[in-house]
């Protein structure tokens, strides 16, 4: 007998998301959501009737593949061992491994493009060290955490103001600290963090969020934060973006 995830994974798979959401596990809700499953009949053991072994291989985008190099193992350990709950009732289907590949793209200009890295030209300090929360989507050769965040970037772009999408802050002396705030617009001599909350690759406390982001706010920098829903689609994102602007006018002019 067939069972449910050997037939179609997808729905499984999209549990599985879930319950690492629950958990703020955002490597592993990356991990399911962007890539591509593709599960291959790896094995057949005589024991019990008959015992057929898959292999799950997630064919992750490149942006998010190299992200993960130091707990890949961790990722699949952790996917094949919450996949395993659903197979449970089903002793002749076997999932031995999750093995998670990077995702093999037709490029006809890669060799062009492998220059233009060489030289140095596409060299970028955006977050995407921190491999707790990886940025597994690309837009014009940026890398955002989710679609909302997409959304909110191209309305900024719209509005023709100078701001940086997911950059990086440290802070050295005794106690190192490092800060990837979403968005950080600089308008009229005011610097403004923005954080998109609310959707699974943000699944932190206000209180954990507030403390993440003293080290500019001691500096003099505001933030204010938007919720995902608000920059679901691409019209709510220009409400935002707008609404954002104006907060940030309103605070120049009562300095």
Known sequence: MQSRF??????????????FAAEGAAREVAVLTYSSPELVESGYDNWNNG?????????APLSLYTQLQHGLEQIEDAILEKTRIFLGRFPNDH??????????????QWREKAAAWLSGSKVSNQGRVRSNNVAPLSTDGLL????????FYR?????????????????????????????VIVH?????????DGDTVHQETP??????????????????????????????????????MAALNKRKAAR
Request: hydrophobic share 40%.
């Open 6 to 19: 050997s037939a179609d994974p997808e729905s499984i798979l999209g549990t599985l998301a879930r319950l």
């Open 51 to 59: 015992i057929t072994l898959y292999t799950l291989y997630l064919h």
């Open 95 to 108: 999932l031995s491994q999750v093995e998670i590949i990077p995702a093999v793209v037709e490029d006809e």
């Open 144 to 151: 955002f955490r989710s679609q909302p965040e997409i959304h």
């Open 155 to 183: 309305a900024l772009k719209s509005l023709g103001i100078s701001f940086a999408p997911l950059p990086v802050f440290v802070s050295g002396g005794e106690s190192y600290r490092r800060l990837e705030p979403d968005f």
């Open 188 to 196: 009229s001599g005011m610097i403004l963090v923005v954080e998109v």
């Open 207 to 244: 209180a954990e969020a507030h403390a993440r982001t003293t080290m500019l706010q001691h500096e003099g920098v505001y933030v204010e934060r938007i919720s995902a829903s608000e920059c679901s689609s691409p019209e709510k994102a220009k409400q935002a973006a707008e609404k954002i």
